[in-house]
């Protein structure tokens, strides 16, 4: 998707009013809570989630043996239930400064570091999509572990110097750690397909 010129220079044009003007986004969000709602329509989404998928969890997790892909489920799945309600207990209510900070240092933690467990997921699969292969099982266990540790060292960093802007350091685990999983998913998957074999067992 790309703009018109038109629609391009209205888009300088309010970036520059937005500039000039600071003043008129003091306490927006004071009045209207719109990341809260926004929160809570997330938080709803993963309930009926939560809801609808049950009975496959019950089926098929419970029942199954101990493995490492099963504690990286259990945090994977029940982990951002508690993220997203201590999100939204940030967003309505009014929390001194000091404590207001510890509240988003755990939220954003708790984003962070599970974003790593389902990360590990795929990786697990991907593995197992190439057979365990020492070098597929090596890279990815690297690129995982670079992953982890850049994102912990920049969100370290940013919860330091907070100034509770949009935190965007969390989701390079997303961008960068997923990539490469999917990539190498992809392969293996089209090559099975040309063999005209099933390659999900």
């Not at 309505?92 to 954003?108: D, G, K, P, T």
């Not at 961008?175 to 392969?187: F, H, N, P, Q, R």
Request: aromatic share 14%; glycine share 4%; charged share 15%.
């Amino acid at each position: 998707m790309s703009l018109s010129p038109s629609d391009a220079q209205k888009l300088v044009a309010f970036l520059r009013f937005m500039e000039e003007n600071k003043d008129l986004m003091v306490g927006y969000n004071t009045k209207v809570p719109v990341e809260g709602y926004l929160m809570i329509g997330s938080l709803t989404v993963l309930f009926f989630d939560y809801l609808v998928t049950f009975d496959r969890e019950v089926n098929y997790v419970w029942s199954s043996p101990w493995s490492l892909g099963l504690p990286l489920f259990y945090l994977n799945r029940y982990v951002p239930f508690i993220d997203l309600a201590l999100f939204v207990h940030i967003q309505f209510s009014y929390l001194a400064n000091e404590r207001c900070h510890q509240h988003v240092s755990v939220a954003i933690w708790l984003v962070s570091v599970p974003s790593f467990f389902g990360q590990m997921i795929i990786v697990l699969r991907t593995c197992a999509l190439w057979q365990n292969s020492r070098l597929i099982v090596w890279f990815l266990l690297l690129i995982s572990c670079a992953t982890l540790g850049v994102t912990s060292v920049f969100t370290a960093r940013t919860l330091a110097n907070m100034t509770y802007n949009v935190l965007t350091s969390v989701f390079i685990d997303n961008i960068t750690g997923k990539t490469d999983d999917i990539e190498l998913s992809t392969i293996q998957s089209r090559a099975a397909s040309r063999m005209d074999r099933d390659w999900i067992t």
